[in-house]
């Protein structure tokens, strides 16, 4: 549960196991707080800070998965643009949005949604932003207009940009 201080308690072990926090997403969740974070180290930091985990766990009475992963390799991961959405609220935007771009082979590489009440009518309101990696090859004005059709189709207003460095 979403409670002051859970970001101090939980880097205060990070930095004390010297290791860095290089990459994070947090946010409270339906009054739960989430957390993914990437945490790098030598070696023997990093497994001291495994080691310290359970006691982290049960200390905070919070779930903790630890998984070792990968560098991302940034180089061949296409040319990223962002995508965002506003619509009355209905289910299943979010899958329909996940299909088109996966049928196109383009990569969803951050999503973030919300929904909120229309300032004047109290509507149902819904917001979506992606980030994505579209790969070398696709014709970006095409995939624009595909996308632009798909969202007139479901009365969605979006955008589709570059993301500009």
């Not at 180089?75 to 643009?81: D, E, F, Q, T, V």
């Not at 506003?86 to 979010?94: F, K």
């Amino acid at each position: 549960q979403d409670r002051q201080g859970i970001v101090n308690v939980l880097s205060k072990p990070i930095i004390n196991n010297g290791c860095n926090i290089i990459d994070s997403r947090m946010t409270v969740l339906g009054g739960e707080f989430a957390i993914m974070t990437m945490v790098e180290g030598s070696w023997d930091a990093i497994a001291k800070l495994e080691d310290m985990l359970p006691s982290l766990e049960k200390q905070l009475s919070l779930t903790i998965i630890s998984r070792r992963t990968q560098t991302e390799n940034k180089g061949n991961g296409g040319r990223p643009y962002s995508v965002e959405v506003i619509t009355l609220d209905h289910p299943g935007i979010v899958h329909q949005l996940a299909d088109f771009f996966s049928s196109r082979n383009i990569n969803i590489h951050s999503l973030s949604t919300d929904c909120y009440r229309a300032a004047h009518t109290g509507s149902p309101m819904f917001t979506a932003t992606l980030l994505l990696h579209i790969p070398e090859g696709v014709h970006v004005s095409n995939l624009r207009e595909e996308f632009m059709e798909f969202c007139d189709g479901l009365d969605l207003d979006a955008i589709m940009e570059p993301v500009k460095s």
